[in-house]
């Protein structure tokens, strides 16, 4: 059995054993003040469908616009609704108590793959096993208090424990606020990323870049 697949047949549990970053966050949000968060990994499988649905909703929320404007990719529920059902998908889920409900706020939905790789160690073999970060998504009103950062750390630990060689993303290059955060976390262009691989010019016509970070 081969690292992606060992991976992404690992259970849940199993995954959450490998963790040593707290699956929990104490936040300092401005009008809330102390706000602990709890996290909490499902499978895609077994992930009860309010949180589903609730997570569709962020990322159409949240980026539909950013879709729409960009010209090589275009926005469809359908597809995203698709992609978000990714088989083999992860969700952690970060939950704030709230008049004494548990209440998502945010969440980081990423998958195992063979990833073409073009750099380092990977160069002779051309691919290389991924921890992909698919979405990152946190309700408006709790962004900037480093829950973001926090949720990106717990999947490169998981990455880490897997054996995966890279953390990998897409991100909209018009979406600067994203792209500042994850090169401030430590992530760049990677080799497969068009402004790497492609001249300059035609660079410019895709509206992203692939970003990564080296696990090992």
Not at 16 to 36: E, F, K, M
Not at 50 to 58: D, I, N, P, S, T
């Amino acid at each position: 059995m081969d690292l992606v697949e060992r991976a992404r047949t690992t259970p849940v549990d199993k995954l959450c054993a490998t963790i040593s970053l707290p699956l929990c966050y104490d936040a300092r949000h401005p009008v809330c003040g102390s706000l602990p968060i709890a996290l909490s990994l499902h499978a895609i499988e077994t992930m009860p469908l309010f949180l589903f649905e609730w997570a569709f909703r962020l990322v159409k929320s949240n980026m539909e616009q950013l879709y729409r404007e960009a010209a090589d990719t275009g926005w469809s529920d359908g597809q995203k609704r698709e992609e978000m059902r990714e088989e083999n998908g992860r969700y952690l889920i970060a939950t704030a108590r709230q008049n004494d409900s548990d209440i998502p706020i945010g969440f980081l939905f990423f998958t195992f793959v063979m990833e073409e790789s073009n750099d380092g160690e990977d160069r002779e073999l051309g691919e290389a096993p991924v921890v992909y970060c698919m979405e990152l998504q946190l309700e408006p009103e709790y962004r900037g208090l480093g829950l973001g950062e926090h949720m990106m750390h717990l999947m490169e630990e998981v990455g880490r424990a897997a054996t995966m060689r890279k953390a990998m993303l897409t991100v909209f290059k018009r979406n600067t606020r994203a792209v500042s955060f994850y090169y401030r976390i430590g992530y760049k262009p990677d080799a497969i990323s068009p402004s790497e691989s492609l001249p300059p010019i035609e660079a410019g016509y895709f509206s992203y870049e692939i970003l990564c970070k080296v696990l090992r």
